[in-house]
């Protein structure tokens, strides 16, 4: 019995330190979120930016068919670095992304592109960088 609470109490100070580590790290910034329409139809896109269960950001977008419409990059659509969820409803379907998990080593900032793909899916990519 005392060996298994040793062996507890090995596992709790090595994840405490793990935990403790992750709790000093810088919070993500939120650089762009771009939206692209790669059908041949026109399709309006909603955006919301979450921060602890809060709307931080909200707007609709039309995304256009033609190669000039059909792209749309919001660049810094939140104001501070934070803990954000972005969501996207489009073509009936949503994705959501948590930015915090996506997170390089030191590329703190992350940027997310949410396509419309030809093919009938809706996909998102999310890109970390070190600096917005």
Known sequence: ???RALLLLG???LFGG???IGENRPQPQLAWIWLQNDREEEYEVDVVVEEDGKSVFSE???LGATSD???INVEDPVDEPGHYVVRTMMDGE???VDIAEFVDGDE???GVRFSLLNNGSVEYWPKSMQQC
Do not use: G
């Open 11 to 13: 596992v709790t100070s």
């Open 69 to 71: 419409t059909a792209n």
């Open 108 to 110: 703190n900032c992350v």
């Open 60 to 62: 609709t977008y039309q």
């Open 1 to 3: 019995m005392k060996r």
């Open 18 to 20: 793990c935990l403790e």
């Open 94 to 96: 949503t994705r959501e």
